[in-house]
């Protein structure tokens, strides 16, 4: 915490762009956001005891520890709230994080409001923790002073806040536990009951209260008074109208004693708590839609918008960012329909994208796109980026490889050897001039394909005769 009353949040994100967006957010909601920019760099900063209350942790950093690995490492140093905030959905990912001590699982996107709701929850999640924490190391510290002697068992008993009582097993005539009599009672286990000292010890457990089968504690004494074996017990009572949590044990033959605490605010609580989660889910649905739909009004507008300008080159700019936005659209909706988000098939998204290609240019009837791809599963992330360059190759030929003719072949192929895959857009159009090379382009588009082939650590070639023929490679 700031000396200004604002919780610091250490924000572990491996793109600088993002991150950036993700702190401004932070910012305005009212938190202040330190960045690390890997699991490493966070792992440093948290035992250089960071001022931290909360990390907003991402899961795929690149290179190096993942947010898992690093959140597992992080909360080795210090107990603290940790909210994954990832671009994946996949339920492999989830299962991932889910043995992880988290407190939230955000997918990015998802707004400014459902990131404040994550954080603020996972904040009351943190502080309901430690207090069961501390209820448990009180309920064992208890426990083991009553083992320790006599005077100190009834010091505690005296004293503590929770109920306890101590009670003599009855047993019937086949010699099963059957009920037991109060042998004593501390004041907070009278106030459970309702009764004081004098109307408790002395009498049974079935005198006091009416049958109430439907809560299972007398079968759960009775287990206990036979085995010996302790057991923590929740149940509800109707007597009451009340959740009772009980720790019963024998503390010597013939004896039955329990610990006794009313935690029907908790129930509440939890209860309170499921209901936020499940509305938490629901609106992570709509937010699925919304990114669709608005990425679909995004590609709308300057579709439009491109129609509507007399200038050639600004309209072209304008349809070419429609269709990079486009194919974004497709891998999107193949991700939300996929079972299994971790990867996709890229024979499914590179034919979808050429289709949506071929529907672009639907007036080039005579131009035929032809395709030949091996079906095999990428990441999203990598998908994402051979996306964007097969729609610029083919968008290119498209437009500029039949100048002055009526009729060609676009050949979009997809092969992998091993961990080399291999992409090839090829055409038998006019030809590319020796003057463009990728490396020197001042186009905009060729710029894009080079920046994206580096971003897959991959090379890319151009071949001229009879038609230019791009070929990208990469391990994956």
Not at 76 to 103: C, M, N, Q, W
Not at 286 to 310: C, D, F, P, W, Y
Not at 454 to 468: C, E, F, M
């Amino acid at each position: 915490m700031t000396p200004s009353g604002r919780a610091t949040i250490l924000l572990v994100e491996d793109e600088a762009l993002i991150a950036r967006g993700e702190r401004i957010d932070l910012e305005r909601i009212g938190y202040e956001a330190i960045v690390a920019d890997s699991g490493e760099r966070a792992i440093e900063l948290v035992k250089g005891a960071g001022p931290f209350d909360l990390v907003l942790m991402d899961i795929d950093l690149g290179e190096g520890l993942d947010g898992a690995e690093a959140a597992e490492a992080i909360l080795r140093e210090r107990d603290l709230p940790i909210v994954f905030l990832s671009s994946h959905t996949e339920e492999e990912i989830a299962r991932k994080v889910e043995g992880i001590a988290s407190y939230g699982y955000v997918t990015k996107g998802s707004g400014r409001a459902v990131l404040e709701a994550s954080i603020k929850m996972a904040f009351r999640l943190f502080e309901a923790n430690a207090r069961i924490k501390d209820e448990l190391t009180e309920r064992t510290r208890i426990e083991d002073e009553l083992r320790k002697s006599e005077l100190k068992y009834r010091s505690l008993f005296k004293s503590m806040g929770q109920g306890f009582y101590l009670a003599q097993i009855v047993y019937d005539r086949d010699g099963e536990p059957c009920d037991y009599r109060f042998l004593d009672a501390n004041a907070a286990f009278e106030k459970i009951i309702g009764l004081g000292r004098e109307g408790i010890i002395g009498r049974t457990y079935n005198e006091l209260v009416p049958p109430d089968p439907a809560s299972g504690w007398l079968e759960c004494f009775k287990r206990v008074a036979k085995t010996g074996v302790p057991e923590n017990f929740s149940f509800q009572s109707a007597v009451y109208d009340t959740h009772f949590e009980t720790y019963a044990f024998k503390p010597e033959e013939g004896k039955f004693a329990a610990l006794v605490k009313d935690v029907t605010d908790r129930i509440s609580m939890e209860r309170r708590i499921e209901n936020l989660l499940k509305e938490k889910e629901l609106i992570l649905k709509e937010v699925h839609h919304r990114i669709k739909n608005n990425m679909a009004v995004v590609s709308s507008l300057l579709s439009l918008q491109a129609g509507a300008l007399t200038d050639p080159t600004s309209r072209s700019a304008l349809a070419d960012a429609a269709n990079r936005i486009q194919s974004m659209e497709i891998l999107y909706e193949k991700l939300y329909r996929s079972k299994d988000g971790t990867a996709i098939s890229i024979r499914d998204y590179v034919l979808s994208l050429v289709e949506e290609l071929t529907n672009v240019y639907s007036e080039r009837t005579e131009i035929r796109i032809v395709a030949d791809l091996a079906d095999f599963a990428l990441e999203p992330k990598l998908l994402s980026t051979i996306g964007i360059i097969v729609n610029e190759l083919v968008t290119n030929a498209m437009k500029y490889a039949f100048v002055g003719r009526d009729e060609g072949r676009i050949a979009v192929s997809v092969s992998r050897e091993g961990d080399l895959v291999r992409i090839r857009v090829e055409d038998d159009g006019v030809g590319l001039p020796e003057s463009v090379t990728i490396e020197d382009s001042e186009g905009f588009g060729m710029q894009l394909i080079g920046m994206l082939a580096a971003q897959l650590h991959g090379a890319i070639s151009i071949a001229r005769g009879g038609g230019t023929r791009f070929k990208l490679e990469f391990r994956a």
